[in-house]
């Protein structure tokens, strides 16, 4: 065989094992994401932050304006164009919170039964996936998608304790694909647009009787709902990067079911045990995020971020149908997140970074429970990159949140519980990013 011959071989074994690489890669963070046990709330209201391991380590400062990962799409659509060659990304987020109600027992009605239990750890060890996808498709056009969990929460309290007609199991949990569509109208301005087609589920389950292992009434539904993603990246000087990304409200029209399993006296009479339909239409939040990135030097990047989402949407949201006229009471009020991060390039291969956050809870003190007892608190987090080669990445973050302690006081049934609810968690992310070959023209000259 001639040498052309030879040559010509190699370069079409080389793109065939890239091409396995990416396949390879795509299939297993897409079964990592499908098989995820459980998103635990980590974030306010029942959001979800764990999209990225690169951002994990900063406290996702200035994640809308894109740096070395593609995870930013998750923020800023627009990120897509920051791609010089088709890349792929996935991370994924253990999660360990820790939520325990310090119980006030002179306003706990079960505690004049002699049931004392405080429910525990209500906290619920999480994963939380996410996989990137970007290409250009030519110098000014590219396309992408994101598959992601950004809303979620799972929780439980051990039985019987004294707030156990309010919960003892919740668990939601979604599913989002979002294809997106970019455009670099130049070196300074770049824009995208996508759609976000997510999945929702919920199961919340409550005692009916304050005996240890109750009957339950327990709500379960689901939905598919559909709405949008937009962003635009600016930079108006060498070094600096501005973003500002939206996503779009999310209306689910759950249907499901609400079982019981005796009969139950309530306010609208007697409601006799089995299962009932019941449907229930929810808009999840939209949410603004702006982020700036600004390289200070060759090794210094600081970056700064804000976000806003839209909590206040979720107010008393009915069960339709429900024979017991059933509702899920939210009340919440908008959410705010602010966020500092610094990178430090120690060496051509290695990235050290480190960020602090503020997080405004959407939960209020009158309308907070042991569902979710969330509440204000501060992100503290460390992560690393490391080139492993011109092609692939690993990154790590970690993260330890400072709840506040909160107070609980719910009634329901005409059973009050009441205490201070206490919590942390801690968040481990790691990633893996491979960049293919640049595209004829985003390779550098010789």
Known sequence: MS??????????????????????????????????????????????????????????????????????????????????????????????PRSE???????????????????????????????????????????????????????????????????????????????????????????AVGAQIQYFEVDIKTALAPIASPPLQEFEADDVGVGFVAGITFKPLDGTTVGIGYRSALKHSLAGSQSFDIPLATSVGIVAAGTFPVSADVTLPETVSVGVRQQVNEAFTVMAGLEWTNWSRLQIVPLEGSPAGSSLTFNYEDGWVFSLGADYNLSTDLTLRAGLSYEISPTSDEARSMRLPDADRIWASVGTSYKWDEWLSIDIGYAHLFVEDAPVDETIFGIRYAGSAQGSVDTISVGLRYRFAPRPWRQSPD
Not at 131 to 139: G, H, I, K, L, W
Not at 168 to 188: Q, T
């Open 101 to 191: 109600l310090d119980v006030d027992p002179t306003l706990s009605t079960l505690t004049t039964l002699g049931i004392t239990g405080t429910g525990g750890d209500v906290g619920k060890t999480g994963i939380v996936p996410a996989t990137y996808f970007a290409t250009p498709v030519t110098d000014k056009i590219y396309l992408g998608v994101s598959v992601t969990a950004p809303f979620g929460l799972a929780s439980r309290s051990n039985e019987p304790w004294v707030g156990m007609f309010s919960h003892l199991e919740a668990d939601a949990w979604s599913l989002n694909v979002s294809p997106i569509f970019g455009i670099k109208i130049n070196d300074v301005l770049s824009v």
């Open 3 to 96: 040498i052309r011959g030879t040559n010509h071989v190699h370069g079409n074994l080389a793109k065939w094992s890239d091409a396995l690489r990416m396949h390879a890669l795509l299939i297993a963070s897409t079964v990592l994401a499908m098989a995820a046990a459980v998103a635990t709330a980590a974030a306010g209201g029942f959001a979800i932050r764990a999209q990225s391991a690169y951002g994990e380590g900063s406290s996702f400062a200035g994640m809308a304006a894109p740096g070395d990962s593609i995870s930013s799409m998750f923020w800023n659509p627009a990120a897509v164009t920051a791609v010089t060659g088709t890349t792929v990304e996935g991370s994924a987020a253990l999660v360990l």
